[in-house]
Every structure is written in structure tokens, then in C-alpha cells.
């Protein structure tokens, strides 16, 4: 097998450059001539690679077969080979996907049904999705952030402070008068497993032309679940854990988007002798339905997790609310949640992506839109580390507790640190998990001296002035290390497919 992957890279890069620059040049045309290049052996390669660097890679689908299985039995360059030549003589058919249920962080007795497909399947769908999303990125909406690349939920969160922020300060330099006043946060009854085949296939075939791909996507949805040896069929849906499952729904839940083409983005102009581009058409359509009374409508989504911000009376938002259920099912076969999906003032906050946002006011500047960390987030942490010390978890070394602690702490810190006040909320768990160790190490260390104990408690490497639980190289994570600023959206970073060859890092 080739192993000089860079030269494999270098065309995979070229293709999806050239597929992501005539998308966005003809947003109006379909593509015919795909099946060439996704069963091109660089791109079977390519595709390769993704799946077996991933962490999945351990996973089997119904076949039982595993990626170090493959290298170690069949070998890497027979087992591409078969995938390539099945593809191009047409006997390539999907397997069943191989259901697992996923209890829910947060919610006991709830599950999320995860779909593995087998690693040839997963090849086959890294290939598809290698050819699919630069044409598909091409066209998404500026105000998606789910799954797409170089997009991240603190984008999304940025976005929303952003469009919160009220621009006109009054006569006493305070601002008092807020851009939105109403939040429809949205919620989609099991969104994976709802999506309509037929809208979502028709929205495929508007961009994509080729038979045989758009055959593959189909045989993919169609291909079924096995749960408990039972086969089940897949009328609608897209299984959660395919490589190629989240361009899809992003496909299909792009609706919402075009419903708000007006406050949003313009894709076609009005008035063909104006120069300004769609963001910059959107943002004086918003301006100007304001002055005019009307209401706007501003839509900001993360895979299917969205909220509607309104700038209206409560009533235009109860009235949105309807008329957005309605325009989900006719174009996508999918369901709001009644109760799940809420209408709520601006003023009291609500959550979103797990971070809370809320207006506040301050007597110097007036109300600014703030994102912080739930309560209940931070209660859920607590929680997590007092199960994780018990008496009943003390067969352990310090060492590898602390390990096992730092791991939830460290992704924790990172999630949240763009919060406001987030330095304030991080120092409180510090000292919870300072107390929290020096409980376990009493229930582990019954006989011993209390000095006996704090010898473990030192100065830390990084800060001699910090005194922390240590033993040997192991040490605590403290959290109030961990640099706290806003996050900025400049910090997204563009697809390589994106730039083009004259562009630095390209």
C-alpha cells in the first residue's frame, strides 16, 4: 500500500477546493459527474485514514470486524481494493447499522440510540461525505454552527451575545432599548431519527445530480438498524454514529435557516444594482423593519439546537412558534416538542448548549447580554466528583485518582472558560475538590496521623506558592488556572477546502 498519504491528501484537497469554488460560484446548479472521484483509490485511501485514526476505530458494526482486525487478517490494501472494485461494478450494498443505546448525561432512565455502521461502510460514507460537504458548505448559513468545520458551540454562543448587544445608547449614555425581547428556544422531537427521507433527498438532488451517489446516500438511509438481533427498518431518520449523519440533518435542517432568508442572509438580491453583500443586505433589513415597526426574526442553530430571537411582542412570538411547527413538518417531517419548545423574555435568560444567557443591567452602561455558567451545571460537576471519591473508590492510589479527577476538570475548565465571572465559579469547585480529596484520603487512611496525610499536600511544580494534592508527577487540576477571555468569533477557522491556492495556509 502507498504510504506517502501527503501526495493522496494534496488531491483529495485539490477536488474538494474546486467542488467548494463552483458550488459557491453556481449556487443554482447541480453537480453530475461525482462517482469518479469518490471511487477514485485516493479517495478510498483518504477516506481510510479518517477511520482509522479515529477513536471509534475499536468499534465493530454486525460484522464484528474492526479496524486492527482488517490490518491484521485481511490486510489494508485487499480490504480497499474490494471496497473500490464493489463500488465500481455496482454489488456494493450498506449493512445494518448496529444499535447501542447511550444513557443521556444528566437524565436517568433516558437513552440516545446510537447507530455503528461497519468500518467498510464507514469508509464508504467518509468517502461520500469527503465529496459532499464542500459542496454542501458552500451554501450553509452563516448563522449554523453544528458539525460544520471550523465551527464550534462558543461561535455560536459569541454569535447570540453579539446579536444581543444593543447598539443605541439613550440621552443618560445608558443603553435601554434592546435589539431582541423575546427567545423562541426550539426543540425538534427526536430530530435524527425523524428526518423525512423524501424532503431530505429532494434537497440533495437540487445540488447533486448524480445518480449513483445520490443512490449510495439512499441505500444508506435505507439500510436499517439491528437492535437485540432484531432487524428494524429505517423509514425515516438518519442514525446517529454514521460518518455521514450529521451532513445530512444539517442538509435537512437548514430549512429553518431559509424560513429567515430575510433577517439572515440574502441569497438573491432585490435590487441587483446594489453592491452590498447578503450579510450586509440582511443587517439593513433588519434595521429597517424595525424603524418601520414590523417584527424581525433572527435564527441561530447548532446541528438541532437552535433559538429564534424575536424582536417583537410576545404575541408575534406565540404566533411564530406556531407557524415555525407547521413549516418544520411540511418540509421536513419533523416536530417541534410543545413543551419543551419555549417562549422566554429576553430578561430572564434561558439555556442554551449547556451555558445560560441573560440580559443584565448595569446602572453605568445600561443592559448587556451576558453568558454564564448554570447553577445546575455546576452543581452536576459536584456531584460527579463526590460519587468519584466515596469510601467505596478508595482501592485506588492518589495518583490515579487524581488522574481519573483531573480529566473531568480539565474538559470542564475548557468548555466553560469563555463565561463571564467564570474565574469566581471555578475557584468554589477548587476548594470543593481540595475537601473532597482530603475526605477520601481519611476514609482510605484510617489509621494515619493527620500529618501523616498532608505530606501528599505540597507545593505545586507550576506555582510554588500554590499548595495542592500531589503524588509523584501526579498532581490536581486547578481550575482558576485555566486563562478566562471572551471568546471571538475571529477564532474559527476557515476549511482548507475553503481558500483557495494563494491564500496563506491554503
Known amino acids: 500500500m502507498d504510504m506517502d498519504y501527503q501526495a493522496d491528501e494534496a488531491w483529495v484537497l485539490g477536488v474538494q477546493r474546486k467542488l467548494y469554488q463552483q458550488s459557491k460560484a453556481n449556487p443554482d446548479e447541480a453537480w453530475r459527474d461525482l462517482w469518479g472521484w469518490l471511487t477514485d483509490a485516493r479517495m478510498i485511501r483518504h477516506a481510510w485514514r479518517r477511520v482509522s485514526t ?36 455496482g454489488a ?59 465551527k464550534s458551540t462558543h461561535g455560536a454562543l459569541e454569535h447570540i451575545r453579539l446579536s444581543l448587544l444593543p447598539r443605541k445608547r439613550d440621552e443618560d449614555s445608558r ?70 449523519s450529521p451532513l445530512l440533518a444539517n442538509i435537512a435542517l437548514s430549512a429553518i435557516e431559509e424560513r429567515y432568508e430575510r433577517w439572515t442572509y440574502h441569497r438573491t438580491k432585490i435590487r441587483k444594482h446594489r453592491l452590498c453583500n ?25 446541528a438541532d439546537d437552535f433559538v429564534v430571537l424575536v424582536s417583537g411582542s410576545k404575541e408575534d412570538a406565540i404566533a411564530e412558534k406556531s407557524a415555525l411547527a407547521d413549516y418544520l413538518r411540511r418540509t421536513t417531517g419533523l416536530e417541534l416538542s410543545p413543551e419543551k419548545t419555549r417562549i422566554t423574555a429576553v430578561t430572564e435568560g434561558f439555556e442554551f448548549l449547556g451555558f445560560h444567557v441573560a440580559m443584565r443591567w448595569d446602572k453605568r452602561y445600561g443592559y448587556f447580554p451576558r453568558i ?46 469563555h463565561c463571564a465571572r467564570a474565574g469566581k465559579v471555578f475557584t468554589a469547585i477548587d476548594w470543593f475538590v481540595t475537601r473532597r480529596i482530603w475526605c477520601w484520603l481519611r476514609k482510605k487512611r484510617r489509621k494515619a496521623r493527620v500529618r501523616d496525610i498532608m505530606r501528599s499536600f505540597g507545593p505545586s511544580r507550576r506555582r510554588l506558592t500554590r499548595r495542592l494534592w500531589q503524588e509523584g508527577l501526579h498532581e490536581q487540576y486547578i481550575l482558576a488556572w485555566t486563562p478566562i477571555r471572551r471568546f471571538l468569533l475571529g477564532w474559527m477557522k476557515t476549511p482548507n477546502f475553503a481558500m483557495s491556492s494563494g491564500e496563506p495556509d491554503a
Not at 210 to 222: A, E, N, Y
Request: with cysteine.
Open 278 to 302: 447578503g450579510a450586509a443586505a440582511a443587517l439593513s433589513a433588519r434595521g429597517r423593519d424595525r424603524r418601520l415597526g414590523r417584527c424581525v426574526f433572527f435564527p441561530i442553530r447548532y
Open 54 to 89: 479515529n477513536k471509534g476505530r475499536r468499534s465493530a458494526g454486525v460484522d464484528g470486524i474492526t479496524v486492527d482486525r482488517v490490518r491484521q487478517r485481511i490486510g489494508e490494501q485487499t480490504f480497499l481494493d474490494g471496497i473500490r472494485r464493489e463500488l465500481r461494478s
Open 372 to 417: 454564564e455558567i448554570p447553577k445546575a451545571k455546576a452543581a452536576d460537576l459536584r456531584h460527579k466528583i463526590k460519587v468519584l471519591t466515596k469510601v467505596d473508590t478508595n482501592l485506588v492510589t492518589l495518583g490515579q485518582k487524581l488522574d481519573e479527577l483531573n480529566l473531568i476538570l480539565r474538559g470542564w475548565a475548557g468548555y466553560y472558560r
Open 175 to 244: 443603553r435601554h432599548q434592546m435589539p431582541y425581547n423575546w427567545i423562541i428556544e426550539g426543540d425538534i422531537k427526536g430530530c435524527f431519527d425523524n428526518i423525512n427521507h423524501h424532503h431530505l433527498m429532494e434537497r440533495l438532488r437540487a445540488r447533486v445530480a448524480d445518480r449513483l451517489v445520490m443512490g449510495l446516500v439512499g441505500q444508506f438511509l435505507k439500510a436499517g438498524v439491528l437492535a437485540e438481533d432484531q432487524f428494524l427498518r429505517t423509514d425515516n431518520g438518519t442514525p446517529q454514529g454514521g460518518i455521514i
Open 92 to 150: 456494493y450494498q450498506p449493512s445494518p447499522s448496529r444499535r447501542k443505546l447511550i444513557p443521556k448525561p444528566g437524565k436517568p432512565g433516558q437513552f440516545r440510540p446510537l447507530g455503528i455502521p461497519t468500518v467498510k461502510d464507514r469508509v464508504v460514507q467518509g468517502a461520500v461525505k469527503a465529496v459532499l460537504e464542500p459542496i454542501f458548505e458552500a451554501q450553509f448559513w452563516p448563522v449554523s454552527y453544528g458539525f460544520r468545520p471550523g
